[in-house]
């Protein structure tokens, strides 16, 4: 299937026009067309080489909204006109003991990522959800349940399962105290969800700056970090921490925050943190953790409970010829709090 997308050729250059090949239908493979995709921070560090893994030309994109075309001859799940969605992984080798577990993303042999990945059967490097068509494994597609808005939707396939697999793994749930560390695009769904699931919610943050919008999505207040009288007489007060900074900094001040056995759970920063000290960890039996996404029926289950509870991110549209702009804006932070694409301002496919 011939199609176009926007695609980076190198590390120092802006995406552009591209032409693209999916690859004809296996039998268990559902075909899309994508109606929609979110702008995550990580395809800014991918198509900038941040990480040293890039490989180009490279088609960023993995929180995909779309309605399937055609279907394999094997697929039963989904059928032509159905709405679906795509998230972070698109394969893995689904026999292993993460895999049976649901936790597809640990896959013991390396799950196969949306975009600048190698295609687990040819090895061709994946090509993501910047584009009008794409081609995935039936059992790596997603179904959008019914009065979801397919608009606003895409951003729950990364930043909205990010934040909810630490909210469910550590139990979150009524009389739970949840401090958010951040609160940009992870953030505020992390606020959302944690408040959706029942918790008492607040926003850490350097400055009071941002306390009518943590209000707004629902915190029941914002805690000013660099004042250290309300930082003293918050000690204790949380059961779960989520990180969502994307840099690196300093978690120190903020682990005399959590309870006895609370944790505070990293899903922001990928790389070197500041020095720790072991001192607040040893006198409170404290943890630090990291956190992925999750796997399908996890992502499946939060897409089924941000429809019930009417939870969706709060997005800016654009087209997709605004993207290098985007991700200029990306960069600064000046955006609330998620960008999305409206792929029909992309050109029809190729011939």
């Given at each position: 299937m011939f199609t176009i997308g926007y695609a980076a050729q190198s590390a120092g250059a802006p995406l552009a026009p591209f032409k693209l090949q999916r690859r004809a239908l296996r039998p268990a493979d559902v075909a899309l067309e994508i109606l929609y995709c979110g702008v995550c921070h990580s395809d800014l560090h991918n198509v900038r080489n941040d990480w040293g893994i890039s490989r180009y030309p490279m088609v960023p994109g993995h929180e995909i909204i779309g309605r399937v075309i055609a279907v394999g001859s094997a697929v039963r799940r989904y059928k032509i006109g159905d709405a679906v969605a795509v998230g972070c992984m698109i394969d893995s080798c689904l026999d292993c003991q993460h895999c049976h577990h649901g936790d597809q993303q640990f896959c013991l042999h390396g799950r196969t990522d949306t975009y600048n990945a190698p295609d687990r059967l040819s090895g061709e490097n994946t090509l993501g959800g910047y584009s009008r068509h794409m081609v995935v494994r039936e059992e790596f597609v997603l179904r959008v349940p019914a009065g979801l808005d397919l608009a606003r939707a895409a951003p729950l396939l990364c930043a909205g399962i990010t934040t909810y697999a630490p909210l469910r793994t550590w139990k979150v749930g009524p009389g739970s105290r949840v401090g958010v560390l951040g609160l940009g695009?992870?953030?505020?769904?992390?606020?959302?969800?944690?408040?959706?699931?029942?918790?008492?919610?607040?926003?850490?943050?350097?400055?009071?700056?941002?306390?009518?919008?943590?209000?707004?999505?629902?915190?029941?207040?914002?805690?000013?970090?660099?004042?250290?009288?309300?930082?003293?007489?918050?000690?204790?007060?949380?059961?779960?921490?989520?990180?969502?900074?994307?840099?690196?900094?300093?978690?120190?001040?903020?682990?005399?925050?959590?309870?006895?056995?609370?944790?505070?759970v990293l899903v922001g920063q990928v790389g070197p943190l500041a020095e720790l000290s072991s001192v607040p960890l040893l006198m409170g039996r404290r943890n630090i953790a990291g956190s992925l996404i999750g796997g399908i029926e996890q992502t499946q289950e939060m897409l089924d409970f941000c429809a019930r509870k009417n939870i969706l991110p709060d997005c800016e549209m654009i087209g997709m010829e605004q993207i290098n702009e985007a991700f200029e804006r990306l960069e600064r932070a000046d955006v609330r709090y998620r960008f999305v694409i409206d792929m029909a301002s992309l050109a029809a496919p190729c011939p």
């Open positions: 695009g992870l953030g505020h769904m992390a606020v959302k969800l944690a408040v959706g699931l029942g918790a008492e919610v607040s926003v850490l943050s350097r400055s009071a700056d941002k306390q009518s919008d943590a209000l707004a999505l629902g915190a029941e207040r914002l805690l000013v970090s660099t004042d250290a009288r309300a930082m003293a007489a918050a000690a204790a007060g949380f059961d779960l921490i989520i990180d969502t900074i994307p840099v690196k900094h300093d978690i120190n001040p903020y682990l005399p925050l959590l309870q006895v056995d609370g944790t505070l």
